[in-house]
């Protein structure tokens, strides 16, 4: 029981004693700080990413599509040249 108690003592003046600390400013200033970097970055979001990556794909299987038929097309126009 009295070591309960001297355990919640010691965790109480522990956290009591981080929260005044110059780490917590430390760490607020470099969040500010990185969150300020990476804002000045040309990043898009991970939705904006998705998109993209599903444009692409459709992009790419009707470009395939008409790769296929541009060249049905050609043979057929080969086949009606006389040689």
């Given at each position: 029981?009295?070591?309960?108690?001297?355990?919640?003592?010691?965790?109480?003046?522990?956290?009591?004693?981080?929260?005044?600390?110059?780490?917590?400013?430390?760490?607020?200033?470099?969040?500010?700080?990185?969150?300020?970097?990476?804002?000045?970055?040309?990043?898009?979001?991970?939705?904006?990413?998705?998109?993209?990556?599903?444009?692409?794909a459709r992009t790419r299987?009707?470009?395939?599509?008409?790769?296929?038929?541009?060249?049905?097309?050609?043979?057929a126009g080969q086949s009606d040249?006389?040689?």
């Open positions: 029981m009295i070591k309960q108690k001297l355990v919640q003592e010691v965790t109480g003046k522990v956290s009591e004693i981080l929260s005044f600390s110059p780490a917590k400013d430390v760490e607020k200033n470099l969040k500010a700080s990185l969150a300020a970097w990476l804002s000045k970055l040309d990043l898009v979001t991970r939705e904006e990413f998705d998109v993209q990556t599903q444009v692409l299987d009707k470009l395939q599509a008409l790769e296929a038929r541009l060249a049905v097309l050609e043979k040249q006389p040689v």
